[in-house]
């Protein structure tokens, strides 16, 4: 019996059917982009109210997609975290009330340990039966830089995380310091292929620390200074060459991406794993990927990344909910949101 699955973190309102052996039955993602372009950024009460317009169609459209009925269904799972406090309301409501309508239980989801589950999706999908666990888990979104252990999808050990900004933060306020729209990180990452990449020395916060912490935030100052110089901030009236903008993009890129990859191969041999998996946003960059299958091939270790319709938000990877519910483990219906970012745990 499959389940249903909505996804409302943040901008993107999503809903999925699911079959007990992770087959997608029916899925539906309204994403916002379009809303928030204007702001350069997404605006958290846009959002809620996008949300509260387009959840009921969309997980009609995921039902109806799917052939089924409320009867049919299972449970309905839904990320309570972590995310925008408006955003995961809608969410957490609509679940609740469907729940109680169809006299269904209800699932907690955790939208960062669903970002890894994508991974196993994808080892699914590709007739693989092994899995993916244990393992080394990379988060790279736009709120999370999150590295854990884990030895199965539930059973997480936190390593370390950003201390400032996200790696998929870094990289639209690059975008938005360059005029490249919103959001600015797939335009960074497109630029990039066209610039040098040891253009610019940009520091690699951290790499050469023991502890699995990252951080970004200086990364992203150097880039400021390194386009306006030190004391200027209007970078409307900014004037920079196409080749100054592709070299800087370049070498943003390599600098984060050689941190990144620096940690995980320092946590794989501190936790003697030949298995790294990574999920979310940024996951989805070329580079990252391409450097990381270099490294695997060169390390001897497995990699798995999560293709990229399942790294940005969508409900399909609340097919973790499927683990949960054969732990026997549901959310009691006075389930309350937990928004912000989720740091330390």
């Known amino acids: 019996m499959p389940i249903l699955t909505i996804e409302s973190t943040c901008d993107e309102t999503a809903a999925a059917v699911i079959s007990d052996d992770c087959v997608v039955l029916g899925q539906c993602i309204a994403t916002q982009e379009a809303l928030h372009e204007q702001f350069r950024g997404v605006v958290p009460e846009v959002?809620?109210?996008?949300?509260?317009?387009?959840?009921?169609?969309?997980?009609?459209t995921a039902i109806r997609q799917a052939g089924v009925s409320p009867d049919d269904l299972t449970a309905i799972a839904v990320a309570d975290r972590p995310g925008l406090a408006g955003s995961l309301l809608v969410g957490v409501v609509a679940a609740k009330a469907l729940a109680i309508a169809w006299q269904k239980p209800l699932v907690s989801l955790n939208h960062l340990h669903a970002h890894l589950y994508a991974c196993q999706l994808s080892n699914d999908q590709l007739s693989n039966e092994s899995s993916v666990y244990p393992?080394?888990?990379?988060?790279?979104?736009?709120?999370?830089?999150?590295?854990?252990?884990?030895?199965?999808?539930?059973?997480?050990?936190?390593?370390?995380?950003?201390?400032?900004?996200?790696?998929?933060?870094?990289?639209?306020?690059?975008?938005?310091?360059?005029s490249l729209g919103f959001p600015g990180g797939p335009e960074v990452s497109k630029l990039a292929a066209e610039g040098k990449r040891d253009a610019y020395a940009f520091p690699r916060s951290m790499i050469h620390e023991k502890h699995f912490d990252f951080s970004f935030s200086g990364l992203k100052t150097a880039v400021r200074y390194a386009i306006t110089g030190p004391g200027q901030q209007d970078f409307a009236k900014l004037q920079i060459d196409d080749q100054v903008k592709a070299d800087v993009c370049a070498s943003f890129e390599t600098a984060v991406v050689d941190v990144l990859l620096s940690k995980c191969r320092r946590a794989l041999k501190?936790?003697?794993?030949?298995?790294l998996i990574i999920g979310g946003g940024v996951a989805a960059n070329r580079y990252l990927r391409q450097r990381f299958e270099n490294a695997a091939q060169q390390d001897k270790f497995a990699l798995t990344i999560?293709?990229?319709?399942?790294?940005?938000?969508?409900?399909?990877?609340?097919?973790?909910?499927?683990?949960?519910?054969?732990?026997?483990?549901?959310?009691?219906?006075?389930?309350?949101?937990?928004?912000?970012?989720?740091r330390g745990f």
Do not use: W
């Open 306 to 342: 999560a293709p990229p319709d399942l790294c940005t938000d969508n409900a399909v990877m609340g097919a973790i909910a499927l683990e949960k519910i054969r732990r026997g483990d549901f959310a009691s219906f006075d389930l309350d949101i937990t928004p912000g970012l989720q």
């Open 47 to 60: 959002a809620a109210r996008a949300h509260l317009e387009r959840i009921l169609p969309v997980i009609d």
């Open 270 to 275: 501190q936790y003697k794993c030949k298995q």
């Open 135 to 178: 393992c080394v888990g990379l988060i790279v979104s736009g709120g999370h830089t999150s590295l854990y252990y884990c030895t199965s999808p539930l059973d997480l050990e936190y390593l370390g995380g950003t201390i400032d900004d996200a790696a998929g933060e870094a990289f639209d306020k690059v975008g938005a310091m360059l």
